[in-house]
């Protein structure tokens, strides 16, 4: 079956940390870039960052509000990208999706992470 | 504020036609591929249009996309109560390098 399954959400404090995971199947992830975009609650779609794959140097690319504080990696052995979340605020509360950045964007059902006291 | 613009929300009745428009620039909308999702409120986003004009199986021919110039549009033809749900076009920005989301438009069903 092709999907995305996200795991790794919780509750956290700010200033704490988190790491994300998403595990692909069904489809070729060693092809593929791959993306994280969150949705705080009620509200729209906001992109976090992208890391291509291997063959195109595996760079990163982020949204500035995150810029310093995320790091996207990914391990092609495993199927899996990864999202480490540092420094988190309270403003980073949100679903956090994975998603493929190919033709025909596949998307993960996304983890909810909360940043609260 | 989103760099694509869409309307907060749009309504119509059951078996109209509905357009949610998404503007854009030059550096998103102008030189790349624009995407529709379509969100029901607790799930996760779906695709329902991709480069443009392309529908993955399994999505409805009443839902079609165009672009001309720095702008585009998804039409809804024959309005369907299911239909109800937030709708959101995306594109790649060559100038910020990053992907970048209009802020959601409402389709309401009356």
């Known amino acids: 079956e092709v999907q995305l399954v996200e795991s790794g959400g919780g509750l956290v404090k700010p200033g704490g940390a988190l790491k994300l995971s998403c595990v692909a199947s069904?489809?070729?992830?060693?092809?593929?870039?791959m993306s994280w975009v969150r949705q705080a609650p009620g509200k729209g779609l906001e992109w976090v960052g992208r890391?291509?794959?291997?063959?195109?140097?595996?760079?990163?690319d982020y949204a500035t509000p995150v810029k310093g504080r995320f790091t996207i990696s990914r391990d092609d052995s495993k199927n899996i990208v990864y999202l480490q979340m540092n420094s988190l605020k309270t403003e980073d509360t949100a679903v956090y999706y994975c998603?493929?950045?190919?033709?025909?964007?596949?998307w993960g059902q996304g983890t909810l992470v909360t940043v609260s006291s | 504020q989103s760099v694509l613009t869409q309307p907060p929300s749009t309504s119509g009745t059951p078996g109209q036609r509905v357009t949610v428009s998404c503007s854009g620039s030059?550096?998103?909308?102008?030189?790349?591929?624009i995407y529709w999702y379509q969100q029901v409120p607790g799930t996760a986003p779906k695709l329902l249009i991709y480069?443009?004009?392309q529908r993955p199986s399994g999505v409805p021919d009443r839902f079609s996309g165009s672009k001309s110039g720095t702008s585009a549009s998804l039409v809804i033809s024959g309005l369907r109560s299911e239909d109800e749900a937030d709708y959101y076009c995306?594109?790649?920005?060559?100038?910020?390098?990053?992907?970048?989301f209009g802020g959601g438009t409402k389709v309401t069903v009356l």
């Open positions: 998603t493929t950045d190919g033709r025909v964007p596949l």
């Open positions: 480069r443009n004009i």
């Open positions: 890391i291509k794959r291997i063959s195109d140097g595996g760079t990163t």
């Open positions: 069904g489809i070729s992830f060693n092809s593929a870039w």
């Open positions: 030059s550096s998103n909308i102008g030189t790349n591929d």
């Open positions: 995306a594109a790649w920005d060559d100038s910020l390098s990053g992907w970048e």
